[in-house]
């Protein structure tokens, strides 16, 4: 099974960057993440380019990559309580046509990590409810990492016990979710 990850932020030392490269190493066997990285090559969205089918090689590559992974976990920071504005964009472009989008039925599941106490939860909310309205699979559940500066070691592990432990039942959420969708048995 693969899961995409997609990290909401461009930032190079990136907290939900750092998040997914977490999750990655806490999957079940079998199961493998992969980064995109591209989410700073997206263009502004267009209606005119999208309805003309205009489509830029990063939006092309994109659609390919949610395509061709069984399920999509994000991490999204919070901007003024919010999706960041590069994410929101990206997720515009792969929503159309509505009935045949790359999301539509697609498992996905949404974390997020902030500096504040809040642990990103309204920008967590707001991702889930843009997955939804595409017609994704959404895992209705969230993991708001909160004062993120505090939660990882120099090399971007996740420091504390119980944490890891909820990401590693978040991640498994998912991949169950993806299981049940794809009719295939659970390893024993
Ligand atoms: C423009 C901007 C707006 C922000 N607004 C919020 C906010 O509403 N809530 C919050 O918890 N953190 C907010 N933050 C702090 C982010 O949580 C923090 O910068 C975080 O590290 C961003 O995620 P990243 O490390 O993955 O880049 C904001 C940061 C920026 C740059």
Redesign the pocket.
Known sequence: MRILGI???L?A?????ALLRAAAELLPPGVELELYEGLREIPPYDQDEDDAGQHTPAVLALRQAIEQADAVLI?T??????IPGVLKNALDWVSRPVATSVLRNKPAAVVG????L???I??QAEVRKVLAAIGADVVDRELPVMQ??AQFDEYGNLVADDLRGQLAEHVNALVEATRDRNGAPTPA
């Open positions: 990290s909401g932020s930032r030392d990136s907290h939900n960057t991490s920071p919070e901007y003024n309580h919010s990590a902030s500096t504040s809040f642990g990103a309204w920008a993120a500066q």
